[in-house]
């Protein structure tokens, strides 16, 4: 992953229009966004999900509502997403699913991506889990090129509500900041309180997008990271929601120091398959 941060910094740099919409992002207003400091959020339940070369560790179903989802990854780095598939979707349906995901761009037709956690301290993130059929697969591409997914690294979960009115019932986290995405930028407020909180992560595009979320290091600026060789040496990762698809929310929980922040969005563009980081879709955010 650090070499498709690279690639799409480097891409940036090289690229006049891109750097305009980034000075466009800069002064986006801020919109009437819900904050609160250390939320108690209050999922249906808990998805431990297990993941090391070749295969995924995970219940066989869940009960649907808002889940939190932990991954603990054995070798390797991984990225776990949930997919949401037509509730009579057949192991054909599921194989042919998960081969398409393996060169889309974007989540291939009819699965939905409903979130998962990236590379982060704490390693979850919270999911309305709905009922039907669903699939757990790494999107994380290896040295060949080819998503995890592809060596055998998904799984088939079912939610099944345990009553009538479990999912009715099914209450979100409350006092979230809110990340809504667009295409292609983040908008919302751009100062954010420390402390652990929620993010609550909406998608109103048309595409897939995700959040990645790094703390800049002192004397770091987004134009440093941007033309660093290694990112490693300005920003520290701090966490991030893998890809969710358009109208889907899911929660990241985070513990914010004071400091500057970027957060951006890898997922590929559908049309010109590049990363939507070199369409502009970054954002500097200020903790304190």
Known sequence: MRAERARGRAMIVRSSATLGMLGVLSVLGACADTEGANPSPSPSADLLVAVRHGAITAPDSVSPGWTRV??????DAHIVVLFRLPANSTEQDVAAFVAALDTAPATPQPGV????????????V????????????????????HRHASRGEFRVLHARPETAAH??????????????M???????????????QLLQVENTGKQDHEVRLVRLRDGATLQSWMTADDPDTVATSVAGMARIGPGEVAYLPVD?????????????????????LELGMVREIRVQ
Not at 70 to 75: G, L, P, W, Y
Not at 127 to 145: F, I, K, N, S
């Open 113 to 124: 991506a409903v979130g998962g956690p990236e590379v982060g301290v704490l390693g979850e």
């Open 70 to 75: 932990r991954v603990e990854e054995a070798e």
């Open 126 to 145: 919270i999911l309305r889990v709905t009922p039907g059929l669903h699939v757990l697969a790494c999107v994380r591409r290896g040295e060949d090129g």
């Open 256 to 276: 914010l120091v004071p400091g500057s922040y970027l957060v951006y969005c890898l997922v590929a563009d559908v049309r010109s398959r590049r990363p939507h």
């Open 167 to 180: 999912e009715a019932t099914a209450a979100p986290p409350s006092g979230a900041q809110v990340v809504r």
């Open 182 to 196: 667009v295409d292609f930028a983040y908008v919302g407020t751009d100062g954010w309180t420390p402390g652990a």
